[in-house]
Each structure stands twice: as C-alpha cells, then as structure tokens.
C-alpha cells in the first residue's frame, strides 16, 4: 500500500527541511515547492493527500494556492503557516477554506496534531448518515446539510445562530459527526447555565486545595475536549471577565486550571451558538469585539421552522413514531390538525412542535392526531404572550397565570432546566423563582 504525499510549500530552504524530517517520522512521503508554480507542477504529477504552505512566497501568496486547491483538488486539507502573531491572516486563511493554520516558529507537537487530524479527514467515508433529527426536504434544508458537509471538512471556528428551539446544537453535532474529530469527544456546555463563580473551574479544571471544597484535581471542560469539539451553547451569557479569559485559551491553544502553576496545552475544535444577536451585544458593550471575531470565523446560520412549512409533516410524523416506541402503531397526523400545524407561527421552532406533539399524542383518544388535539390555546406564542382581544380574557388573573407559566417554561427549557439561570433569564432572585415555581404547581 502506498504511503500518503504532504505537499510542503516555503521559500525558506530550513522551514522546508524541517517540515520534510518531521513528516518523515510520521511515515508520510513529501514533495517540497519554493513557489506557487513549483506548488501546480507538483500537485498536477503527484496525488496529494495534505499542502502545507507559508502565507508569503516569492510568486504570491498562500491565499492563492488555498482558492487553487479549493477549486481543483477540494479534497486535499491545505494548513496555512503564519508569522507568529498573525492572527488576522490565519482567520483570512480559514475562511477562504484552510483546513487549519500553524504559527512560525512551528511546534512540532501542534504539526503532529494537525496532520493526524486531517489525514483522518482523508481517511474518513465519503459519506456517512445524517441526523435523522435535521430532516427536511425544503430548499433551506438542503442547504443546510450542503453547508455542514463542507464546514465539517474544516477546523475553523463556527458560530451558529438561530432561534431557540431550531436545532443550532443537532447542526453542531453533525459538523463533529461528519469532520475528523468524529471518533473524539463532543462536549456541548450552556454557557447560561454555570454560575459565574464556577466558571473558571468549570471551564479549566482546577487543582486540589486551590479553593475551599477542592478536595482532588478537576478536569476542566476544554481538557474533557482535548482532541474533539467543544460546542458553547448560549455563548452570549458568558460574563465580561470570562470572556477574556476564554479568549486566551482559545489564541494560546492552552489553558491554566484555577491555583496551577503549568498551562496545559489543548488541541479543540470551537463552535459556539446563541439565540441572541451577537452583533448586537457586541455593539452594547456586552460581548467583547476581538472574541466576537474568533469565534464568528464562519457563521452559519440554522432556519426558523416557519421558513421550512414544508418540512413539518415529515418532521411530524418522525417525532410520532419515536413517541411511539415500543407501544404500538404511532396515531396518524390529521390533515386538518397538519393544516393548523403549518399555518402556525412555531416561536418556540422544532422544539415548541416536539412538545405540542407530545401533549397532543398523550391526550387524544381516536387512532388520529385532529386539529383540537393540537390545543394551541394551552400554550400561548412566547413571542407573543397578550396576542388576541380583549374580549377572549374572561378571568384576568387566570390569562396572566397562563402567561407567567408559558414563559417560566421557556427560559427553563432554554436552560436545561436549570432554576438558577433561568431566574437569571427572567431577571428574577432564585427565590422568586422558587416561589412561583411553587405557585404555578411546577416545582
């Protein structure tokens, strides 16, 4: 069986004899180019299975051989070497296709890593089943999955925004499932959901003895990670102080648990997600522009259920048969109770039609769904809790319950359940929000 082919792009004779003897431990065969046409000559007699290349040749730049080999040879990962200090140039790299990028002078522990990484792209199956969760036959559905085939063949980081409920973390899943990181950890974390004097240890381990109650040492969540993806749901809650300090770890590609002395390096894939506009809170002075930008290398954006009507029936009758499981034929979905489904606005997106569905399969009692087991009435538009007239408000303190009760759910299901971040969501003590918890029988 042949031995896989780097290609090895520098101008520098030393950069290139160190990169050859590195890959030549690896047992990888090279082919070494001084410029970009050496790079073309090379990549047309020889196949290549990764390019190595600096950002500055004598005939152009790396950028140019990144869209050449993105238009030709799509399949071969091209990682851009960069001036220590490069920042900007590396996010430019990455977001014209670059699979990855390394800093001059090259660590070789990092170059190790990342061709181990993307020869296991190379060595990946060309296709592999997606999510049965992102179903969906409607144009913006097709799209999407287009999309998540190529953002998977990447290490940039990818920010995905959506509406709560549209599935930004079944899209990050799937970027891992189909990338080369597959067989490595998926750590997905709410950012809303961790206590802010917690973070830091949550987020970086800590040492024993460095706080009261830190009887042994932790693993923090990035080391959990290490060689996998890190997925950071609701990134937009993080606090100013830690926004700082993730940012480091992201750049330095390290981390220091809370009382060690050591950084820890750590080879992490990033995608963050949020429902919040993340523009918008950079413009507020609540989200710090500079981590704004390495994060938000790539965005990808996930499509609201009322821009894909098409999709609920098959989604519909998906989340039937798994409500099914294991107690017979699933009921079937009523045209007129589909009719009502997709003339619905869906504020709470896939999730909001998951919880309707199961409200509405527990209580009806013929073999079909019909549109007055739906109940819309029982759950009220988030978006819009005092929609309608007032003349549907036959006891006030009853109208207002049902509002309090509808958005409590809400910022409960948007945290995981989690009492004391959603009181945080909602502005309220965790008292207050005991009590009312309490109150409303939710407890």
């Given at each position: 069986m042949s031995r896989q082919k780097a290609l090895i792009v520098d101008d520098e004779p030393d950069i290139r004899e160190l990169l050859e003897i590195t890959l030549g431990r690896m047992k990888l065969d090279t082919c070494s180019a001084r410029n970009l046409k050496e790079a073309r000559d090379c990549l047309a007699r020889e196949r290549i299975d990764l390019c190595l290349t600096d950002m500055r040749l004598p005939d152009g730049t790396g950028m140019e051989l990144v869209q050449y080999i993105q238009q030709r040879h799509p399949q071969v990962p091209v990682a851009m070497i960069t001036a220590y200090g490069s920042l900007?140039?590396?996010?430019?790299?990455?977001?014209?296709?670059?699979?990855?990028?390394?800093?001059?002078?090259?660590?070789?522990?990092?170059?190790?890593?990342?061709?181990?990484?993307?020869?296991?792209?190379?060595?990946?199956?060309?296709?592999?089943?997606?999510?049965?969760?992102?179903?969906?036959?409607?144009?913006?559905?097709?799209?999407?999955?287009?999309?998540?085939?190529?953002?998977?063949?990447?290490?940039?980081?990818?920010?995905?925004?959506?509406?709560?409920?549209?599935?930004?973390?079944?899209?990050?899943?799937?970027?891992?499932?189909?990338?080369?990181?597959?067989?490595?950890?998926?750590?997905?974390?709410?950012?809303?959901?961790?206590?802010?004097?917690?973070?830091?240890?949550?987020?970086?381990?800590?040492?024993?003895?460095?706080?009261?109650?830190?009887?042994?040492?932790?693993?923090?969540?990035?080391?959990?990670?290490?060689?996998?993806?890190?997925?950071?749901?609701?990134?937009?809650?993080?606090?100013?102080?830690?926004?700082?300090?993730?940012?480091?770890?992201?750049?330095?590609?390290?981390?220091?648990?809370?009382?060690?002395?050591?950084?820890?390096a750590v080879d992490v894939r990033i995608l963050s997600a949020t429902h919040k506009d993340l523009a918008a809170e950079v413009a507020a002075g609540r989200f710090r522009q500079d981590l704004y930008y390495r994060l938000n290398v790539i965005e990808q954006r996930v499509p609201p259920l009322r821009e894909r009507r098409e999709d609920i029936g098959l989604l519909a009758d998906s989340m039937l048969q798994r409500l099914a499981e294991g107690s017979g034929q699933p009921p079937r979905l009523h045209p007129d109770a589909l009719e009502k489904l997709r003339g619905y606005r869906f504020p709470g997106n896939v999730r909001e039609l998951e919880n309707i569905l199961e409200r509405a399969y527990t209580l009806c009692e013929a073999d079909a769904i019909r549109a007055s087991d739906l109940r819309f009435a029982d759950a009220p538009a988030a978006t819009d809790p005092v929609g309608g007239s007032l003349a549907q408000v036959t006891d006030l303190e009853d109208y207002l319950e049902t509002i309090e009760r509808t958005l409590i759910l809400q910022a409960l299901e948007e945290t995981r359940w989690n009492r004391t971040a959603a009181a945080q969501r909602l502005g309220l003590t965790f008292r207050s929000m005991r009590y009312r918890l309490k109150k409303l029988g939710l407890d």
């Open positions: 900007d140039t590396a996010i430019n790299a990455l977001k014209a296709g670059a699979f990855d990028y390394l800093t001059k002078p090259v660590d070789l522990a990092r170059l190790r890593e990342l061709v181990n990484t993307a020869l296991r792209l190379q060595a990946a199956p060309a296709e592999r089943p997606v999510d049965t969760r992102l179903l969906g036959d409607s144009p913006p559905m097709k799209a999407l999955r287009r999309q998540i085939e190529k953002l998977a063949r990447s290490q940039a980081p990818v920010y995905i925004s959506g509406e709560s409920g549209s599935g930004k973390e079944l899209v990050a899943r799937q970027i891992h499932d189909l990338g080369p990181r597959a067989d490595r950890p998926f750590v997905p974390v709410n950012c809303g959901a961790i206590p802010s004097e917690l973070m830091e240890s949550e987020f970086f381990g800590h040492r024993k003895g460095s706080f009261t109650g830190a009887i042994e040492d932790k693993q923090g969540l990035f080391q959990a990670a290490n060689g996998g993806t890190l997925f950071l749901d609701e990134v937009a809650d993080l606090p100013l102080a830690m926004q700082v300090k993730l940012l480091r770890a992201i750049q330095e590609k390290a981390v220091r648990p809370v009382g060690g002395q050591q950084e820890i």
